[in-house]
T-cell receptor, first 117, second 112 residues
Framework: DAMVIQNPRYQVTQFGKPVTLSCSQT?????MYWYQQKSSQAPKLLFH???????NEADTPDNFQSRRPNTSFCFLDIRSPGLGDAAMYLC????????????????FGPGTRLLVL | GEDVEQSLFLSVREGDSSVINCTYT??????LYWYKQEPGAGLQLLTY?????DMKQDQRLTVLLNKKDKHLSLRIADTQTGDSAIYFC????????????FGTGTLLAVQP
């Protein structure tokens, strides 16, 4: 089945130690998104890639970076995690420009829960 | 501003109908979505509705859209304990990037 995969599902890191979260997709979608979701809150968009074009949200801290080496993979790098960065990180994809609204919908992975000690 | 609002909590008994409400702000939104999130999991797309529709039915789910009042609702018929989760509505406010604004989420608790 086509899907959005996130690894690892749980990640523990130390304060200030760089960490990378991974997302891959088999949907061949051209857009990939990264969201941060804190407890009891709605997901908050950090940035997205439209093909190779990176689009940062205005209020995303510089501590958060992303890479998309190819269509299938996208990485979220947190350069110096703080205690406030502990959250669920969600990756989503969509097939923008498709004639099908079903394809243009955002599909989410299971998330990676990050714990910062 | 861009705010999508939902009530925080809804409790129903198994077998009853649940209605989760959402108000959105951008009248130009083309699509509105309902997602379900179970504890510790990602968001699962339940259904979506195009802005020129008033109603969409999909098995136990019925979505009603009142564009004049910017009000969206999700009705779940014959609610089951497996429906217990947080439900997010979302509006697509940027067609060029398909960016979504999510509501605050409604926790649905189904009592056996």
């Amino acid at each position: 089945d086509a899907m959005v995969i996130q690894n690892p599902r749980y990640q523990v890191t130390q304060f200030g130690k760089p960490v990378t979260l991974s997302c891959s997709q088999t949907l061949n979608h051209n857009v990939m998104y990264w969201y941060q979701q804190k407890s009891s809150q709605a997901p908050k968009l950090l940035f997205h890639y439209y093909d190779k074009d990176f689009n940062n949200e205005a209020d995303t801290p510089d501590n958060f970076q992303s890479r998309r080496p190819n269509t299938s993979f996208c990485f979220l790098d947190i350069r110096s995690p703080g205690l406030g960065d502990a959250a669920m990180y969600l990756c989503a994809t969509s097939g923008l420009g498709s004639t099908s609204p079903f394809q243009e919908t955002q599909y989410f992975g299971p998330g990676t829960r990050l714990l910062v000690l | 501003g861009e705010d999508v609002e939902q009530s925080l909590f809804l409790s129903v008994r198994e077998g009853d109908s649940s209605v989760i409400n959402c108000t959105y702000t951008d009248s130009s939104s083309t699509y509105l979505y309902w997602y379900k999130q179970e504890p510790g999991a990602g968001l699962q797309l339940l259904t979506y509705i195009f802005s020129n529709m008033d109603m969409k039915q999909d098995q136990r789910l019925t979505v009603l859209l009142n564009k004049k009042d910017k009000h969206l609702s999700l009705r779940i018929a014959d609610t089951q304990t497996g429906d217990s989760a947080i439900y997010f509505c979302a509006e697509r406010y940027d067609g060029a990037t398909n960016k979504l604004i999510f509501g605050t989420g409604t926790l649905l608790a189904v009592q056996p």
